[in-house]
Each structure stands twice: as structure tokens, then as C-alpha cells.
């Protein structure tokens, strides 16, 4: 995939994870599957869990960018995927990121039973993720807002 596309594609989760944390009162918590596959983030009501956010970052920006993108969890897209399967798959396909080269928008932190998605690019200290992990959310949180980090990973698509 070209420098340009990956750069799209980012700028596209970017912009998804933006929309969703302004849009927070019509997003509800749930673990329920199959999750749906959100286009207009900013339209309607929303129910999704961390898992079902993160995948939908990647469905949404290859819908809007007209590309395919495969599914992080290994779900092909379908609503079932989940942390363990995100897990399962980023650590089959995903390239492992460490924290001296620094994080970009797209990356998937993985906790125990958690996810979240990188909506700002930077060092540990100064990159954003989206989280949606609870009633509260989606919102915007610190990579080490939690102290059970398992890893990050980058999606093998935007290696």
C-alpha cells in the first residue's frame, strides 16, 4: 500500500475516533454480538464495546477510502470479533510496536481483556487512544491509563 494511502487511512481513523468521542451521549456500552458495522458515527444511536470500536475504525476507513482493509480481529467483518481475537490476530499479522519508535494513528494496544485504538501520534507519553471500555466512552485516554498493558501492535496494512 502507498505512503499516500496509509496516510489516508489514518487520517480517516483519526477523524472516526474524533467523531465518536464528540458524539459520546449516543454511544452505549455493550458487549452484545454480532456488533454493527458503523459508517456515520455521528448519526444515530450507537452500541459497540472496545473490540467492536476498534474494528469498526478499520471497516469504516476502508469504506470511506474504498479499499480493503482486513479485519484486525480475523472476523472478516462479521460482528463477532473480540479482544481475544484481536489478540490472536495482531499478534499472527501485526507488526509489534515498542514504545523508542514512537506510536501512529491506527496502532492497537491490547490489555488484559481491553483494547484501544491510537487517534494521536507520539511518544508514550504524548500520543492519544481512543478507548470505548465503558458507559463512558468513547473518550480519549493516555497509553498507560491502565497498569495492565499487554503490547501494541500495527496493523500489517499500514507497516
Known sequence: MSPTKKKKIRESIRIYCKQAVSN??????????PFP??????VGWHTLDCSGFVINCFWNAGHDLKVYLEDPSGQKYSGWGNTWT?????????????EANGYLVGDIVLYDGHTAICSRAGSATGSEWTSHGSEAGPRVVKLH?????????RHPELT
Do not use: F
Open 86 to 98: 484481536l489478540d490472536t490476530w495482531l499478534r499472527k499479522h501485526g507488526k509489534r510496536v515498542v
Open 24 to 33: 459520546e451521549p449516543h454511544i452505549h456500552y455493550s458487549q452484545a454480538r
Open 37 to 42: 458495522l458503523i459508517d456515520l458515527i455521528g
Open 145 to 153: 491509563y491502565r497498569d495492565d498493558l499487554v503490547g501494541c501492535w
